[in-house]
């Protein structure tokens, strides 16, 4: 058991033994009942507390978790949007390439090139492949002197060869009496000379 602290009470050594004992019956000390209240008391708020903030940890969780699927809900949203507006773009990129390659076909069409050779031209002009552009021209090209080779090949007169029969002059056709051999002389005449 605990002895009194006599030290504790002023004069306590001057005092009649009489003082003394009124002194001591009239002595409190703390036994402690008034701190086990006290921590009691802060035991059981900290109780609270952490049942407080139990709950707020595990409604926060909650709300956390149901955050996290909402935002992977989003999420997947966002992802197919971002897909969709990703293959409309795509698409949109073919059609605006083919429009292109449609512009510059019927551009080389319209300068002379044949069907075959402006799909050629306007590839290469497109994908601005100059090789195959150079080549494609150069086979317009060729095709534009051929042409204009046959032109002027179909117009000159036929040469007359040194063995046979000598041209008719005009005054000779002119002299025949036959009116058949006279047309058939004046159309030979012409196919030789172009005109009459």
Same mark, same amino acid.
């Given at each position: 058991?605990?002895?009194?602290?006599?030290?504790?009470?002023?004069?306590?050594?001057?005092?009649?033994?009489?003082?003394?004992?009124?002194?001591?019956? +009239?002595?409190? %000390?703390?036994?402690?009942?008034?701190?086990?209240? $006290?921590?009691?008391?802060?035991?059981?708020?900290?109780?609270?507390?952490?049942?407080? =903030?139990?709950?707020?940890?595990?409604? +926060?969780?909650? %709300?956390?978790?149901? /955050?996290?699927?909402? =935002?992977?809900?989003?999420?997947?949203?966002?992802?197919?949007?971002?897909?969709? =507006?990703?293959?409309?773009?795509?698409? =949109?990129?073919?059609?605006?390439?083919?429009?292109? /390659?449609?512009?510059?076909?019927?551009?080389?069409?319209?300068?002379?090139?044949?069907?075959? /050779?402006?799909?050629?031209?306007?590839?290469?002009?497109?994908?601005?492949? @100059?090789?195959?552009?150079?080549?494609?021209? $150069? $086979? %317009?090209?060729?095709?534009?002197?051929?042409?204009?080779?046959?032109?002027?090949?179909?117009?000159?007169?036929?040469?007359?060869?040194?063995?046979?029969?000598?041209? /008719?002059?005009?005054?000779?056709?002119?002299?025949?009496?036959?009116?058949?051999?006279?047309?058939?002389?004046?159309?030979? %005449?012409?196919?030789?000379?172009? @005109?009459?």
């Amino acid at each position: 058991m605990a002895q009194i602290d006599t030290s504790t009470i002023s004069g306590f050594d001057a005092m009649t033994p009489e003082d003394q004992v009124k002194a001591l019956l +009239a002595f409190q %000390y703390d036994d402690g009942a008034e701190a086990a209240a $006290k921590l009691k008391e802060a035991e059981d708020k900290a109780a609270k507390q952490k049942a407080a =903030l139990d709950k707020a940890t595990s409604e +926060a969780a909650g %709300y956390k978790k149901q /955050l996290n699927a909402k =935002l992977t809900e989003d999420e997947r949203k966002q992802q197919e949007s971002e897909s969709t =507006l990703k293959a409309m773009q795509e698409k =949109l990129a073919e059609y605006e390439q083919r429009e292109r /390659l449609s512009t510059a076909r019927a551009m080389f069409l319209g300068g002379g090139f044949d069907d075959a /050779l402006a799909g050629e031209a306007a590839d290469a002009f497109i994908s601005q492949d @100059t090789e195959k552009f150079t080549a494609a021209l $150069k $086979k %317009y090209r060729a095709a534009i002197e051929s042409q204009t080779e046959a032109k002027l090949m179909g117009n000159n007169p036929k040469p007359v060869g040194g063995e046979g029969k000598k041209p /008719l002059t005009k005054e000779d056709i002119l002299k025949i009496e036959d009116y058949t051999e006279q047309q058939a002389a004046i159309e030979e %005449y012409i196919s030789a000379n172009g @005109t009459w």
